[in-house]
């Protein structure tokens, strides 16, 4: 176990750089550190990983910001309206994530830089190092999602960055962290991320950028904040069904850093933390920014893919080339063809009762429905 202090110093020695720009990150950094050494019980294998993790994080903050220092005119660069993919988890938000990555005229989080967004990738000569396949992190023991080093990734990497990010609950069982996020503010974290596309997108030509989290549900205010004229596009499922996906996600994960799984309190903290955010959700869009969002059904998507990607073109005013929608359908097709299956739960494996928590999501349920 690292105390915070040892963690922040091991950065500093691995990056030789000193300067982490803001301090929002120490809050989150301190309680995350605390939460892991009194509540996780991790094994050595999560020692191993999570504590390096930080680190890491860390090592790349200070890099970002050394970078600023050598070129303050990165900041004048301009990231705007933005298209978040956000909703429940495990509603085929990835799916769609990558579907929309097929478009030659988008910038997206690309796997291999979300990690380590340094140096530029407009700065690297010949092939960059991060480029590798055989590198593609897999946490737990099954890709729960698609992976390509090429493909898109989660905004939770640049997340991270702030030491506020729901990544590490899919890691150890840390409550005291998950309930201080759930009610932080995390207009910070939002804002280091605008800073770290800023460097990613600088010296390429600019294009809009397409980005997915299914958890900006629940910190919306905040990337709003942040993001002023973001839209959206929201994936729906039947919630049931979402619960013991993301459950099972959670427990193959956590499994292999604690000898110790708990998981009702993994039923627990998902059911809490997605009930809150589709709260979080429907109320910022019943403060007019309805307009904002599209939204998609599981069930939709599965049966026509490209055709749902090319109503939401149609609604942002866009049309979809034929190039586009080539590299969309082999990217299905392919996708398809090696699909891992999903392993079987049963709601009692999380001490979940499916009739306790359908109330919690009848709002949110009803309006889905509406919109789709």
Known sequence: MASANELIAAAVAAAGLENFGDDSFREGLEILVASLRDEARLNDRGNEFIYPRIVGHLSQRLHVEDWYRRHPEIDDETIDAPLFGLGLPRTGSTALSFLLAQDPAVRFLRQWEAAQPCPPPSTVVGDDPRIDPSKVEKVGTRAHVPTDAGGPMECLELMNLDLRSPIFFAFAHIPTYAEWLLHADLTSTYLYERRVLKLLQWGEPTRPWRLKCPAHVIWI?????????????????????????????????????????????????????????????????????????YDIDFRAAQADPTGEVSRLYDWLGLSVSDEFAANMQNWWDHNAANREPSPKREPEDFHLDLDTVRPLFADYTARAAAWT
């Open 221 to 293: 205010d905040s990337l709003l904040a942040a993001f002023p004229d973001a839209r959206f596009v929201m994936t729906h499922r039947d919630p049931t069904d979402v619960m013991l996906s993301v459950c099972n996600v959670y427990a193959d994960i956590i499994a292999g850093f604690t000898d110790h799984p708990d998981r009702a309190a993994i039923g627990r903290l998902n059911v809490e933390q997605w009930s809150i955010g589709m709260e979080r959700v429907l109320a910022v869009r019943d403060r007019g920014f309805d307009g904002r969002f």
